[in-house]
């Protein structure tokens, strides 16, 4: 009853925030849609992986590529209106792929200019939303707030692949594209309705590429020169490299001894465990100690990864990957939380980018380092006649699919060992209390409905 209590006092001092929440959010399943919708056009059209392979490609590469950069230009630029801006491009280019599909002259070019130019969009809208995000909600509210969001993740993860498949075998593909174009117009509305306060400005003075540089250099200094955050970020990278590896074996963990109608009932319930997750984050919080809850659940994400890869067993892959998939909404949700309170307003886009630029190079470097390890070294290793067959073998068994169950327990230990160690290095150091001193010191604090004051000054080195 308290924490419900809670809820709706945000829902009654934050109505900027819900508008905002209620308006992006369709817009992200829309998204969604429209990527999983593009991909079966594409395999439809091509029979060639590759081809999907390539779109996947162009939807990742500018976020990687250009996001320090976005991070600058989001703190030179009105937030609210970076937004605007963006959901009218992604509208118009769902318009352009309508008229193509109706004219039927769709080509597989097309969905890669698309894919990119969506990405782009996202880049900037993913930055700008997470740092217009201390500026409509209340210091002790953030964790709820980013709990929320990932709510939105968490069910555009899980509603967009079953709606997708559904959907375009009745409606078409020119259906989800209007499904898209109309959710991104209710986020336009509701963004005109809402005010987001602008920090004020402490981006180096002059134009061109040499300001912009700068600017990224000067938001690389605000995490340098601060040990938590440098800390937290070099944390964050070995989770994402973790993710990164997680991702990549799922499919083939499974689909090594069942079929992939398992394997979408097992994905459907890791869906499940990220609604739970963020469900979860939205009621709690976070609590006060934001670092705290953050090793914690880190470390729980990591026996929920041993747990996945100890046997080809489909309830033990189940109950392991719910439990990942559970506590993902809550660590990010709680290192958001923590980097938006400790770093200041008017240098969250650069900063925020930048993590983004690093956690997600771990990321990708997780993707890539997956197959060489299973294929090359740990397959062959617990084969029946491997060398590790009578050893480790005989305790998570050998076969097809058995390196890739060793690699994620070897990748589940690493990580929940890291979490450990963090934690009670963080807890004898006391830097929770260290971080909500900083931030105390170092931010200005807004409440939904103010105005940034203007004697408001750049966050100082130390």
Request: charged share 10%; net charge neutral; proline share 4%.
């Amino acid at each position: 009853m308290k924490y419900l209590s809670q809820v709706l006092e945000l829902i009654r001092e934050f109505r900027s925030f819900i508008i905002f929440w209620l308006g992006q959010s369709p817009a992200e399943v829309g998204t969604r849609l429209t990527g999983f919708g593009l991909s079966i056009w594409v395999y439809q059209n091509s029979h060639a992986v590759t081809q999907v392979s390539l779109v996947l490609f162009f939807t990742t590469l500018p976020g990687v590529l250009i996001t320090p950069f976005v991070g600058a230009l989001v703190d030179r630029w009105n937030r609210k209106w970076i937004i605007i801006f963006n959901n009218i491009i992604v509208a118009f280019v769902t318009i352009t792929l309508v008229l193509l599909l109706q004219s039927h002259n769709l080509q597989l070019w097309h969905t890669y200019i698309s894919a990119f130019l969506t990405s782009l969009c996202g880049s900037f809208q993913m930055t700008a939303k997470a740092a217009a995000l201390p500026m409509m909600v209340k210091r002790n509210q953030m964790g709820r707030a980013n709990g929320l969001i990932q709510f939105s993740t968490a069910v555009g993860q899980l509603a967009a692949p079953v709606l997708a498949g559904v959907l375009i075998a009745t409606i078409q593909l020119q259906g989800l594209l209007l499904i898209d174009l109309s959710t991104n117009i209710i986020a336009v509305l509701t963004l005109l309705f809402i005010q987001i306060p602008q920090p004020e400005k402490s981006t180096t003075s002059g134009e061109g590429i040499t300001s912009i540089i700068n600017d990224i250099i000067y938001g690389w200094e605000n995490i340098s020169s601060r040990p938590v955050l440098l800390t937290l970020l070099a944390f964050m990278t070995i989770y994402f490299f973790v993710n990164g590896i997680t991702t990549v074996l799922i499919n083939p963990l499974i689909l090594s001894f069942s079929d992939a109608a398992t394997y979408g009932t097992i994905m459907s319930i890791a869906g499940a465990g990220m609604i739970v997750g963020s469900t979860f984050m939205s009621i709690w919080g976070g609590g006060t100690k934001y670092i705290s809850a953050l090793f914690i659940f880190s470390a729980l994400n990591g026996i929920g990864i041993v747990i996945a890869g100890i046997k080809p067993s489909i309830p033990l892959i189940a109950c392991g990957i719910f439990l990942s998939f559970l506590t993902l909404p809550i660590i990010l949700s709680t290192n958001n939380t923590i980097w938006q309170n400790s770093v200041h307003p008017n240098v969250q886009g650069r900063v925020l980018s930048l993590f983004g630029a690093v956690t997600g190079l771990g990321l990708a470097f997780g993707n890539i380092s997956a197959s060489p390890l299973t294929d090359r070294i740990l397959e062959p290793m617990l084969s029946d006649e491997g060398v590790l067959a009578s050893t480790v073998g005989k305790l998570i068994g050998t076969g097809t699919g058995r390196g890739i169950g060793f690699l994620m327990i070897l990748e589940g230990l690493l990580f929940l060992l890291i979490s450990i160690g963090f934690y009670y290095y963080f807890s004898y150091q006391q830097f929770d209390e260290e971080l909500l001193a900083a931030g105390t010191e170092n931010l200005t604090q807004y409440d939904s409905d103010q105005i940034p004051p203007p004697e408001l000054t750049p966050f100082k080195k130390g």
